[in-house]
Nanobody, 115 residues
Framework: QVQLVESGGGLVQPGGSLRLSCAASSSGLRIYKMGWYRQAPGKQRELVATMTTANITNYADAVKGRFAVSRDNAKNTVYLQMNSLNPEDTAVYYC?????????WGQGTQVTVSS
């Protein structure tokens, strides 16, 4: 099993920044890829950004140039630095850990961009 604990969400004004963190505790399972997805009201969950253990990243087009994913493999922690936030970024952000076979999800953290 992999347990994920997220932190860092909140309310921010348009143009502001937030940093999300997600710490994974793994009972012997090796995590291949970690990252973030988000789900806005009335929409499906979508990819935001992921990073593999080899530091290969994948970003949604909507966040390229504004968001940056990073990872501390020794701590099994993944971060999401979000800059130039706009109201369309408002969503519940979910941490994801993928072993190569199984997906694990965090409980989600709310990010609200509003003036």
């Amino acid at each position: 099993q992999v347990q994920l604990v997220e932190s860092g969400g909140g309310l921010v004004q348009p143009g502001g920044s937030l940093r999300l963190s997600c710490a994974a505790s793994s009972s012997g399972l090796r995590i291949y890829k970690m990252g973030w997805y988000r789900q806005a009201p009335g929409k499906q969950r979508e990819l935001v950004a992921t990073m593999t253990t080899a530091n290969i990243t994948n970003y949604a087009d909507a966040v390229k140039g504004r968001f940056a994913v990073s990872r501390d493999n020794a701590k099994n922690t993944v971060y999401l630095q979000m800059n130039s936030l706009n109201p369309e970024d408002t969503a519940v952000y979910y941490c994801n850990a993928f072993t190569g076979v199984i997906n694990f999800w965090g409980q989600g953290t709310q990010v609200t961009v509003s003036s």
